[in-house]
C-alpha cells in the first residue's frame, strides 16, 4: 500500500482486531498459535472487513504476563514463529489493505530482561540505573496497586543487593527508571526498529506510569508527556503517517492531555466509556451513557478516541465510582471468581447472557459512536470465557474454527495445547464456532460483518459529529451522526420490552429515513415530531436523505448492478486459506 496516497489521519476510518497469536491458529501442530497460522487466516480478517490488526506482545518473554513481561524487544519470541514470518505476515497484511499495530512496552520488562538481570546482580552494575531502587519501601506511599489480587506493594526486596525495586505491576516485572537519558535512548531505538519495519502503528503501554514523583499519585505526570512529545517528534521526523496509540486508563480530563495540542498522541483508548455501555444496557437506561459523553472533553482534530468492548484484560472498573462497581459486580460476576483485580475477567456473549439481542446491541452502539472500535478477537462468533483459568487467561482461550479436534486451531494432541479450547455445552466449539456461522446469514458474525460494512461505507462513522436526541423516554439512546454530506439517525432500544419514543426532527422535514441493513425507505419525515416503535434491545441505522440525493442514490445503485465484479463469497475466501 503506497502510504502516501492514503491519508495521515488513516486511524479515524479504520476497524481494530485485537488478536493474540498464540490464541490464533497453530500451524505447525505444537499447540501454540504462531504467525504462519495468522497469515493463513488473513483472508478471514479481510472478509470479516476489519482493516487493522493489533497483535499483542509477541517478542520473546518468559511469559509470566503473556508478554507484557518483555525479556528482549526485538526477537520473536521463537514458538510464534520467526523474524521472517512475522515480516511475511506483514507483508500479506498490507498486501490486503490492511494495518498493523504492534505493543511497545515502555514502562517495565520483564526480570529476566538482560538489563535486569545485570541491575539487581551488583549495585555497581552500569544497568543498575535502568531501573528504580530504594533502601525503603515507604517512598512514593500515595501510589495505588493496580494488580492488587497478587501484589501487595510496588516495591519489592532484591535480597542481592539489599534494596527494593519499584513496579507498577506483577513484582516480576520492574519498572524502568525514565529519569535515566540511557532508557530513553534505549526505548527510542525499539521504537525506530519497529517502524523501520513497517508496523503502522504502536499500542504504548502503561504510559501514565512512566514516572514517580513524591507526594503525588506517581500517575500523568509532566515528565511523562515531555518524553512522549519527545517521541512523537522523532517518529514524526522519521516516519510520517504512522500512529501512535495510549492505553491510558484514567478519566477523560486526565487522558486530554496525551493528544496535547496534535502532539503526543493520535490515539488514545476511552476506558470510562466501556463500563457505561454495560450499566446501560443492564439498566435499560441511556443516562450512564450520556454522562459520560458529556464529561468527555473535544479533542485535538487530527486525534481520534479509541473505544471498545472487550479486550485481553479483566474488564476494568477502575473509571467508575464505587456504587456503580458494586452494581456491575452483582449484574455481571456473581460468582467470585469472574472477579479479577478491580474488574470482571469474563467474555462479551456471557456478559450478555447469551442473548443475541443484547450483544447485536452493544455492537451497534460501538459501531456508531465517534471513535474508532476495536473488537477482541472471537467475540464476532460469541465465543465464552473459562473462570476455572487462572489471571486473564480464560479470555485468551483458542480461537473456534471449526467443530474438528480443538475446535479447529491446532492439529495437536489436545493435551499438548497451551490451554484447553472452550468445551462446554452452550459455547464449545463443537457449536461456536466459525465454520458453523459462515453460510448463515443471521449468525452473529455474519450480523456484525453486515454493520462494519455499513460502517465502513462512509467516512461518517469515524469523524462525523455526535448529536445525542433527548427524547422523554430514556430506555432509548438516539442519536444523530453528522458529517457535511452525511446524516445517520441512530436508535437503540436498551430496555427488555418494546419501547415507543418520540423524536424531535423537525430540522430535517422533507428528508427520507432509509434504514441501513435492508435499504427500506420509511415514511417522509413531515411533521416536527417523528414517531418511532422499538422491539427489546431492537437498533435502527437511518440515513436521512433529502429526496434529491435518494434519487441520486438509486440511479448510482441501479449502475452498480450492472457491473460484473461480484466479491467472493465469505465461505469460498475461508476454504482458500492457505493449508495448515
Ligand atoms: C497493560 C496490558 C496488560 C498488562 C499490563 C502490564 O495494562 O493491557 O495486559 O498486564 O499492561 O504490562
Ligand atoms: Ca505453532
Known sequence: MPREEISSDW??????????????????????????????????????????????????????????????????YPSYGTMDDFLHFLEETHKRGMRVITELVLNHTSNTHPWFVSARSSRDSPFRDYYVWSDTPDRYKDTRVIFNDTEKSNWTWEPKTRQFYWHRFFHHQPDLNFENPQVQEELLKVVKFWFRLGVDGLRCDAVPYLYEREGTNCENLPETHLFMKRLRAEVDLEFPGRMLLAEANQTPQDVLPYFGNGDEFHMAYHFPLMPRLFIAIAQGDRRSIV????????????????????????????????????????????????????????????????????????????????????????????????????????VRTPMQWSFDRNGGFSRANPSDLFTPPIQNALYGYQVVNVENQIDFPTSPLNVLRQMIQIRQSSRLFGRGKMKLLTPKNTHVFAYLRESEEDVVLVLNNLSDRTESVVLDLSRFRGYVPVELFSGKRFPRILRAHFHFTISPYGYFWLRLLLPEEEAGRRRIRAARKTSPAAPPAFRELLEREAPG
Not at 467508575?320 to 459486580?329: C, F, K, M, P, Q
Open 291 to 394: 454522562d459520560i459523553l458529556e464529561k468527555t472533553p473535544p479533542i485535538p482534530d487530527s486525534c481520534q478516541w479509541a473505544i471498545f468492548l472487550r479486550n485481553h484484560d479483566e474488564l476494568t472498573l477502575e473509571m467508575v465510582s464505587d456504587l456503580e462497581r458494586d452494581y456491575l459486580w452483582t449484574i455481571y460476576a456473581q460468582d467470585p471468581r469472574m472477579r479479577l483485580n478491580i474488574g470482571i475477567r469474563r467474555r462479551l456473549a456471557p456478559l450478555m447472557q447469551n442473548d443475541r439481542r443484547k450483544v447485536d446491541l452493544m455492537y451497534s452502539l460501538l459501531l456508531t459512536f465517534p471513535g474508532t472500535p476495536i473488537l477482541y478477537y472471537g467475540d464476532e462468533i460469541g465465543m465464552g470465557d473459562n473462570v476455572h483459568l487462572g489471571d486473564r487467561n480464560g
Open 11 to 76: 486511524y479515524k476510518d479504520i476497524i481494530i482486531y485485537e488478536i493474540p497469536i498464540k490464541s490464533f491458529r497453530d500451524s505447525n501442530g505444537d499447540g501454540i498459535g504462531d504467525f504462519p497460522g495468522l497469515t493463513g487466516k488473513l483472508d478471514y480478517l479481510k472478509n470479516l472487513g476489519v482493516t487493522a490488526l493489533w497483535l499483542l506482545p509477541f517478542t520473546d518473554s518468559p511469559l509470566k504476563d503473556d508478554g507484557y513481561d518483555i525479556r528482549d524487544y526485538y526477537n520473536i
